[in-house]
């Protein structure tokens, strides 16, 4: 199993500021096969972005992903009051079972 | 815009089975797996199981020996079964879509949850 760690586990930011989410998995997942969600209290997890980079529909442009291998990043570039969740990493590469990371909480500093 | 919606129970005794039903609307079940996934309080979303059109099921190895899913394609909906369940298995349930294309093969749509809590 594909174990995926992320950090930190709570980033307290002010809006506009410059958030930077870390996923660490324990093996290669490669270069396409990592998707980060959103999830706001009480609601479930909804799509950011998908093969490491891509945003899904509807996500501005303020949220971008890079990496590859076993290092990827969520970087918010300013936080908008909305931001503030928690976001989860998700690997679906060919190695199953499917696992998620553990969250990191972006809250209001 | 296809849409999925969980139902069942919010209670069950410890020992007893645990059963979910996802009803997807808006569009077709066939072409995508159809997954469960559970968030235990204040954990991390676990990956439950998914099955496809045909009835075909793959599921996670923690779950495996007490874990049914399955399809019902004339009712557009499929369901969770688990076993033996206890306090531990008290989470929001969802159920969740996937594509066949591995390159795309994330969880593009989810139902909005469903609390299980384990309890006597």
């Known amino acids: 199993e594909i174990v995926l760690t992320q950090s930190p586990g709570t980033l307290s930011l002010s809006p506009g500021e410059r958030a930077t989410l870390s996923c660490r998995a324990s093996?290669?997942?490669?270069?396409?096969?990592l998707a980060w969600y959103q999830q706001k209290p009480g609601q479930a997890p909804s799509l950011l972005i998908y093969g490491t980079s891509t945003r899904a529909t509807g996500i501005p442009d303020r949220f971008s992903g890079s990496g590859a291998g076993t290092d990827f990043t969520l970087t918010i570039s300013r936080l908008e009051p909305e931001d503030f969740a928690v976001y989860f990493c998700q690997q679906y590469s060919g190695s199953l079972p499917w696992t998620f990371g553990q969250g990191t909480k972006v809250e209001i500093k | 815009q296809v849409q999925l919606q969980e139902s069942g129970p919010g209670l069950v005794k410890p020992s007893e089975t645990l059963s979910l039903n996802c009803s997807v609307s808006g569009g077709s079940i066939n072409n995508y797996y159809l997954n469960w996934i559970r968030q235990s309080p204040g954990k991390r979303l676990e990956w439950i199981g998914y099955?496809?059109?045909?009835?075909?099921?793959h599921y996670n190895p923690s779950f495996e020996s007490r874990v049914t899913i399955s399809v019902d394609t004339s009712r557009n909906q499929f369901s969770l079964n688990l076993k033996s369940v206890t306090a531990a298995d008290t989470a929001v349930y969802y159920c969740a879509r996937a594509s066949l294309n591995p390159e795309v093969r994330y969880f593009d749509v989810w139902g909005r949850g469903s609390l299980v809590t384990v309890s006597s």
């Open positions: 093996q290669s997942v490669g270069s396409r096969f």
């Open positions: 099955v496809f059109y045909t009835g075909t099921t």
